[in-house]
């Protein structure tokens, strides 16, 4: 069976709701929803799984520089807020752009594994992999 296929049928797509409500202190109330989207595979499905190229989320990243960068500055600088809008805002740009790139080498890099990962069949008896 080709090692797509094993992947696929045993990997099922999770959604689950939690909800907790727990008592803090002087009767304080809290309650909190968690809501967790995900797969879930079978140790075999697993074991089958595509390559996957090592992606970081750049928009995330960029935003969380800006903020350090802003209020270190900020801080730094007493109140030049404009002036620190600016530095802020290129050294995200810079670091936004250097994910970007990085994100687009590791998927070129991935590519011929997920290639032969494609062609890739698992026997189901002996565990053994080979190219039909
Ligand atoms: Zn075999």
């Keep these: 069976m080709s090692k797509r296929a094993i992947y696929l049928s045993g990997t099922t797509a999770l959604e689950s709701t939690t909800t907790a409500v727990g008592t803090m202190g002087l009767g ?3 309650a ?3 809501h ?3 797969t879930s595979a079978t140790a075999l499905a697993a074991e089958c799984a595509p390559p996957q190229p090592e992606i970081t989320k750049p928009f995330a990243a ?3 520089i800006f903020c350090l960068t802003f209020f270190g500055l900020l801080f730094l600088s007493h109140l030049r807020a404009l002036h620190d809008t600016y530095i802020a805002a290129g050294v995200a740009l810079f670091v936004f752009a250097a994910l970007r790139a990085a994100n687009a080498k590791a998927v070129q890099d991935n590519a011929p594994k997920l290639a032969q ?4 069949w698992r026997c189901l008896t002996c565990a053994g992999v080979f190219v039909p």
Excluded at 117 to 120: A, I, S
Aim: hydrophobic share 50%; aromatic share 12%.
């Design 117 to 120: 990962y494609e062609m890739e």
């Design 32 to 34: 909190g929803v968690a």
């Design 36 to 38: 967790r989207q995900g």
């Design 28 to 30: 304080a109330v809290g």
């Design 62 to 64: 960029a935003w969380l």
